[in-house]
């Protein structure tokens, strides 16, 4: 099964950006799309958006579009969060997860990264 | 598509059963899957398509339902088993995922 790690939990200030990666190994990359989600302290998940490597077109969720940029570098098997404009209500732990079924960007996760706190504070 | 589930939280004696209930705005057929977060952990895999375990996941769990309606079960509540269990829509139009918001399953 395919293994994804995530890059280390961020500190940021408000209006800053920040990325976060996550590496997939033991399994297909290109083709199994890679979704991020996040999750608030106490609260539940919220889907962000995803790429599939092969095709390099990401899909966003409405409330994230306009900050949030996803990217795949294949070479690297690794697949990047980029979210900008950052206020208090982003602290959370964002996770990636990979979508069980090939070439579809609207699947369930067989495969999920260990989380990156993302924590914004002035 | 917004899904709800209830109840907030489910307390049951070890042995018992529990069962979670997730309710999709709008049809979704069978696209639904079911996750088991533990604190501090990233969530878990349980069932998807409604109904088919995912690999590895023990036969007291089982899924259920089909267009608006899901139900997870499990048959005899074991220790380990103390989580939030969150429901997943997978549907194809709008191409979007959302998650309910958690059945915390506390053990008596």
């Known amino acids: 099964q395919v293994q994804l790690v995530q890059s280390g939990a961020e500190v940021k200030k408000p209006g800053s950006s920040v990325k976060v990666s996550c590496r997939a190994s033991?399994?297909?990359?290109?083709?199994?799309?890679i979704t991020w989600m996040r999750q608030a302290p106490g609260q539940g998940l919220e889907w962000i958006g995803g790429?599939?490597?092969?095709?390099?077109?990401?899909t966003y969720a409405p409330e994230f579009q306009g900050r949030v940029t996803v990217v795949a570098d294949e070479s690297v098997n690794t697949v990047y969060l980029e979210l900008s404009s950052l206020t208090f209500e982003d602290t959370a732990v964002y996770f990636c997860?990979?979508?069980?079924?090939?070439?579809?960007?609207?699947?369930?996760?067989?495969?999920w990264g260990q989380g990156t706190r993302v924590t914004v504070s002035s | 598509i917004v899904m709800t589930q209830s109840p907030a939280t489910l307390s049951v004696f070890p042995g018992e059963r529990a069962t979670l209930s997730c309710r999709a705005s709008?049809?979704?057929?069978?696209?639904v899957a079911w996750y088991q977060q533990k604190p501090g952990q990233a969530p878990r895999l349980l069932i998807y398509g409604a109904s088919t375990r995912a690999t590895g996941i023990p036969a007291r769990f089982s899924g259920s339902g089909s267009g608006t309606e899901f139900t997870l079960t499990i048959s005899s509540l074991q220790s380990e088993d103390s989580a939030v269990y969150y429901c997943q829509q997978y549907n194809n139009w709008p191409p979007e995922r959302t998650f309910g918001q958690g059945t915390k399953v506390e053990i008596k």
């Open positions: 790429i599939i490597p092969l095709f390099a077109t990401p």
């Open positions: 033991g399994g297909a990359f290109s083709s199994h799309a």
């Open positions: 997860a990979r979508d069980r079924d090939e070439l579809s960007t609207v699947s369930f996760f067989d495969s």
């Open positions: 709008q049809t979704i057929t069978s696209n």
